[in-house]
C-alpha cells in the first residue's frame, strides 16, 4: 500500500514537470498579467516545479523505505533506517527545492554550506545533538530496545530520533527494583558525547550478573547452605544460563581480557558484624531481574527452612 502511494507521487511528479515544460516550451500563458512585477505565468511554473519536487522526493521515500523496510527483520534496524533515510530525503528536498527557485544548484549546495557554518555558533546545542545521533548511528553505544543508563537517568530506549533519546524509565523515584515507572524521559544525543552510557542489554550478549543476598547466623553448616543456594539456582536457570555464559566466554575471547568464568551460579561468603552474608551470584536477562531474584529468594528460603538443625538466621536482640 505505501509502495503504490509512493509511485503515485513519482507520477504525480512527472505530470507537474510535463506542464511546467509545455508553459515554458510553448510559451503558453494560461494566467496573464503580473504580481508584484512578476509575471504570473513564470510564478505557475515555479509553483508547479516546486511541487513536482516536493512530489518525487516523497514518493522516492516512501518507495525507497518501503523497500529497505520490507528486506529488514530486525525493529532496531527498521527504526534506524527511517531515521537515516527520512534525513536523506530531507536534505534531498530542500536542495531540490531551492534549486528550482534559483535555478543554481551547486550555488545552492555552497550557500547551504555557509549558512550552516554561520548558524553552527547560533545553534550549538541542536548541532551536538545531532552530531550525537550521528555517533550512536555509527558506534552504537545503545539501539532501541536497549536497557540503559544515562546521566542518572535509567530505561528502556524506545526511540533515537535526530535530537533526542527517548526512555521509558525504571527506578526513579516513584518506584524500586527495576521496575517500570511509567514515566517518559527525553535527554538530548549530545549527552552520549560527554557522559558515561550504561547498557545493560547490549544486543551483542544481552545478560548481566546478578546477585541475591540470605544473611545466616554463625551456627549456620555453610557448606551445606553454599550447596543448597547453588543447586536450587542450577535447577532453575538450568541451560538458560550455560548459554549466557557460553555467549560470554565468545565476548572474553575477543578481548585480552582473561577472567575465570564458571558454568554454573557461585556463593560469595561475606563476613559481618554479627551474621555471614551468602551472595548468590548467577547471570539473567535484565529485564527478567527481578522476577528471577523473587523466585530464587522463595525456594532457597522454603529449602533452608526445611533444615532448621543446619540453617539458622540472624536474631536482632535491640528493642
Same mark, same amino acid.
Given at each position: 500500500?505505501?509502495?503504490?502511494?509512493g509511485?503515485a507521487?513519482?507520477?504525480?511528479?512527472?505530470?507537474?514537470?510535463?506542464?511546467?515544460?509545455?508553459?515554458?516550451?510553448?510559451?503558453?500563458?494560461p494566467?496573464?498579467?503580473?504580481?508584484?512585477? %512578476?509575471?504570473?505565468? &513564470?510564478? *505557475? !511554473? /515555479?509553483?508547479?516545479?516546486?511541487a513536482?519536487?516536493? #512530489?518525487?522526493?516523497? $514518493?522516492?521515500y516512501v518507495?525507497?523505505?518501503d523497500?529497505?523496510?520490507?528486506?529488514?527483520?530486525?525493529?532496531?534496524?527498521?527504526?534506524?533506517?527511517r531515521?537515516?533515510?527520512?534525513l536523506?530525503f530531507?536534505?534531498?528536498g530542500? %536542495?531540490?527545492?531551492? &534549486?528550482? *527557485? !534559483? /535555478?543554481?544548484?551547486?550555488?545552492?549546495?555552497?550557500? #547551504?554550506?555557509?549558512? $550552516?557554518?554561520?548558524?553552527?555558533f547560533?545553534?550549538?546545542?541542536p548541532?551536538?545533538?545531532?552530531?550525537?545521533?550521528?555517533?550512536?548511528?555509527?558506534n552504537?553505544?545503545?539501539?532501541v530496545g536497549?536497557r540503559v543508563?544515562?546521566?542518572?537517568?535509567?530505561?528502556?530506549?524506545?526511540?533515537?530520533?535526530?535530537?533526542?533519546?527517548?526512555?521509558?524509565?525504571?527506578?526513579?523515584e516513584?518506584?524500586?527494583?527495576?521496575?517500570?515507572?511509567?514515566?517518559?524521559?527525553t535527554l538530548?544525543?549530545?549527552?552520549?558525547?560527554?557522559?558515561?552510557?550504561?547498557?545493560?542489554?547490549?544486543?551483542?550478549?544481552?545478560?548481566?550478573?546478578?546477585e541475591?543476598?540470605?544473611?545466616v547466623?554463625?551456627?549456620?553448616?555453610?557448606?551445606?547452605?553454599?550447596?543448597?543456594?547453588?543447586?536450587?539456582?542450577?535447577?532453575?536457570?538450568?541451560?538458560?544460563?550455560?548459554?549466557?555464559?557460553?555467549?560470554?566466554?565468545?565476548r572474553?575471547?575477543?578481548?585480552?581480557?582473561?577472567?575465570?568464568?564458571?558454568d554454573?551460579?557461585?556463593v560469595?561468603?561475606?563476613?559481618?558484624?554479627?551474621?555471614?552474608?551468602?551472595?548468590?551470584?548467577?547471570?539473567?536477562h535484565?529485564r527478567?531481574?527481578?522476577?528471577?531474584?523473587?523466585?530464587?529468594?522463595?525456594?532457597?528460603?522454603?529449602?533452608?527452612?526445611?533444615?532448621?538443625?543446619?540453617?539458622?538466621?540472624?536474631?536482632?536482640?535491640?528493642r
Open positions: 500500500m505505501n509502495r503504490r502511494l509511485y507521487f513519482l507520477v504525480g511528479a512527472v505530470g507537474l514537470s510535463a506542464a511546467a515544460g509545455a508553459i515554458r516550451r510553448f510559451d503558453f500563458e494566467i496573464p498579467g503580473d504580481v508584484v512585477g %512578476v509575471p504570473a505565468t &513564470g510564478l *505557475l !511554473t /515555479q509553483a508547479l516545479l516546486v513536482a519536487v516536493g #512530489l518525487a522526493v516523497s $514518493g522516492s518507495v525507497v523505505l523497500v529497505l523496510l520490507t528486506r529488514t527483520v530486525d525493529k532496531r534496524w527498521k527504526h534506524d533506517l531515521n537515516l533515510v527520512r536523506v530531507v536534505v534531498l530542500i %536542495v531540490g527545492v531551492l &534549486g528550482v *527557485l !534559483t /535555478q543554481q544548484y551547486v550555488g545552492v549546495v555552497f550557500s #547551504l554550506g555557509i549558512v $550552516g557554518f554561520a548558524i553552527t547560533a545553534l550549538q546545542q548541532l551536538f545533538s545531532l552530531i550525537g545521533w550521528i555517533y550512536i548511528m555509527v552504537r553505544p545503545y539501539s536497549d543508563a544515562i546521566e542518572g537517568s535509567k530505561g528502556d530506549v524506545v526511540e533515537v530520533d535526530f535530537f533526542v533519546t527517548t526512555l521509558w524509565e525504571i527506578n526513579g516513584l518506584v524500586s527494583s527495576h521496575q517500570p515507572s511509567g514515566r517518559v524521559i538530548p544525543n549530545s549527552v552520549v558525547l560527554s557522559s558515561h552510557v550504561h547498557n545493560y542489554s547490549f544486543r551483542e550478549f544481552p545478560h548481566v550478573w546478578n541475591l543476598s540470605i544473611q547466623a554463625y551456627e549456620t553448616d555453610l557448606e551445606f547452605a553454599r550447596a543448597l543456594m547453588i543447586e536450587e539456582a542450577s535447577d532453575y536457570l538450568g541451560a538458560d544460563m550455560r548459554r549466557a555464559i557460553e555467549q560470554y566466554r565468545e572474553l575471547a575477543e578481548t585480552p581480557v582473561e577472567l575465570e568464568v564458571r554454573r551460579p557461585s560469595n561468603v561475606v563476613q559481618e558484624e554479627s551474621w555471614i552474608d551468602l551472595r548468590l551470584r548467577y547471570l539473567v535484565p527478567q531481574g527481578q522476577r528471577v531474584r523473587n523466585e530464587l529468594y522463595e525456594r532457597i528460603l522454603e529449602r533452608m527452612n526445611d533444615n532448621p538443625d543446619r540453617v539458622a538466621f540472624p536474631v536482632s536482640r535491640s
